[in-house]
């Protein structure tokens, strides 16, 4: 008699009557957490996690229910909500119902995103999410990409290939650099760091954006300086801290104009491309070489996920494939890898709840959502002006809305923002801009209304 394969395994991958009980409570507090409004939340030590939990791992296990106990009881109660309304931290996220939903069926589906053998149905949904991103930034019918990890790897990656360019147009240079400006997001570093180049930094104009005036003198004068060549220009379409756009169009131009490769970093801001009132900002980036989207930060899917799109992804494939005698079987064609696109081999279809939730809702939900945090932060903006003891930094060009409270030292601000995160209020912490300390609201959340930003500023 021939057994079910599941019948002769023990354990844990048996679906028992027990898992289905399991399975019953895991979805139900899946979709209680959807439904309901966010906690906030907030850190706790790891000593006092201990005190709490103790070690949760033994030979014999503590078993589903327990475990799934622990983490709902007291594991995410620790972990700050990124979706929560008045949270305005960093970038944080705010993944539509859909796409949290289709997470949770990619979760359960063992699907293999790295090529197109195993995960064809996948890749081709991820493709036409990308394809839209492409035809909202004004790239060719050729360009293509894939959902990486994250922005930063989005740069990298990106950035390998530019080089890998620079050198077959180059081949006598031996040392390298990027330049981008001096509000560029830390990853430019960290990938000239990890890919040991230099960064030649240049100050933007007095409005905060990188121009192609100062990207071309700074090319020509470093050009003549030494023998390290500049492979890329990047320039931020969003800055991290600001919400700053570079002047992309001059910038592109400068860069093109000396054969150099023009990479987009628009992490966070790119996003804003589906917004009708915000397009024209963007202009300009129709003639990036690379770019970088996150959807996991204002288009509305969960971590993680970096939309990373070549005009010419021949030109990524050449670098990024890996070859070995056991992928072999993988390139006997010319399908579409998406471990071909980036610093990847197995990789999560994570482009996928982006994907569900722009199928469902359509491209129009996008640009309305989009809107409405465009609108919510000019509402920000007009509160802090007239507020009595804060002062706006500048006119929000996105949704991140800079301020400071004159008077405040760095610790004034970090004691309030940690009293409005331990009051459950809200979460926003300092930063700083030129040396001196700022607040900034981040909205990506469509969820964000009125009166959070009035809740949070009645505590100023
Ligand atoms: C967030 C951000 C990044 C890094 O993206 P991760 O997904 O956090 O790795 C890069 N550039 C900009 C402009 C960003 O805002």
Redesign the pocket.
């Known amino acids: 008699m021939i057994l079910s394969y599941r019948g002769r395994l023990s354990g844990m991958h048996e679906f028992t009557s027990e898992l289905e009980d399991l399975a019953e409570r895991a979805l139900t507090y899946s979709l209680e957490r959807l439904k309901d409004d966010p906690p906030l939340d907030g850190p706790r030590s790891a000593h006092d996690l201990f005190a709490e939990v103790g070690n949760t791992i033994s030979a014999e296990g503590m078993g589903g229910l327990k475990a799934l106990e622990v983490f709902t009881d007291v594991l995410a109660r620790a972990c700050i909500s990124t979706d929560h309304p008045r949270n305005l931290a960093?970038?944080p996220s705010a993944p539509s119902e859909h796409a949290n939903l289709f997470d949770l069926v990619v979760g359960a589906s063992a699907l293999y995103g790295g090529s197109w053998q195993e995960g064809a149905g996948a890749v081709f949904a991820e493709n036409q999410a990308l394809r839209w991103v492409a035809d909202l930034a004004g790239l060719p019918e050729s360009a293509g990409g894939v959902f990486a990890?994250?922005?930063?790897?989005?740069?990298l990656s990106a950035l390998v290939v530019a080089r890998a360019e620079a050198r077959k147009r180059w081949p006598e240079t031996v040392s390298w650099a990027v330049l981008c400006s001096k509000e560029?997001?830390?990853?430019?570093s960290s990938a000239a760091n990890v890919m040991d180049v230099e960064v030649v930094l240049v100050e933007p104009n007095e409005s905060g954006r990188l121009t192609g005036e100062a990207v071309a003198r700074e090319i020509d004068a470093f050009h003549a300086s030494g023998s390290t060549r500049i492979f890329a220009v990047v320039a931020?379409?969003?800055?991290?801290n600001l919400g700053i756009i570079d002047e992309l169009a001059t910038v592109g131009t400068a860069a093109h104009e000396r054969d150099i490769w023009f990479h987009v970093?628009?992490?966070?801001?790119l996003a804003a491309l589906c917004a009708p009132s915000a397009r024209p900002k963007f202009i300009g980036v129709e003639k990036a070489d690379s770019l970088?989207v996150?959807p996991?930060?204002w288009l509305f899917a969960p971590f993680?996920a970096?939309a990373l799109i070549y005009r010419n992804p021949e030109l990524a494939r050449a670098v990024h494939t890996q070859n070995a005698s056991y992928l072999d079987a993988l390139h006997h064609d010319d399908s579409w890898n998406p471990s071909d696109y980036a610093i990847n081999l197995t990789r999560r279809t994570r482009g996928l709840p982006f994907w569900f939730s722009l199928a469902a809702n359509g491209t129009d939900a996008y640009a309305e959502a989009v809107e409405k945090t465009l609108e919510m932060a000019q509402i920000a903006a007009q509160k802090i002006r007239e507020h009595p003891r804060l002062e706006l930094l500048r006119d929000p060009d996105l949704s991140v809305v800079s301020f400071t409270r004159p008077g405040w030292q760095k610790d004034d601000y970090k004691n309030w923002s940690d009293s409005l995160l331990d009051d459950g209020i809200g979460f926003v912490p300092a930063s700083s801009h030129k040396g001196q300390s700022i607040l900034r609201f981040a909205i990506v959340n469509p969820w964000t209304k009125i009166s959070d930003i009035d809740q949070i500023l009645a505590t100023l």
């Open positions: 960093y970038i990890q994250g922005g930063t790897v989005g740069n560029a997001h830390s990853s430019i931020t379409a969003g800055t991290t970093d628009g992490a966070y801001g970088i996150d996991h930060k993680d970096c």
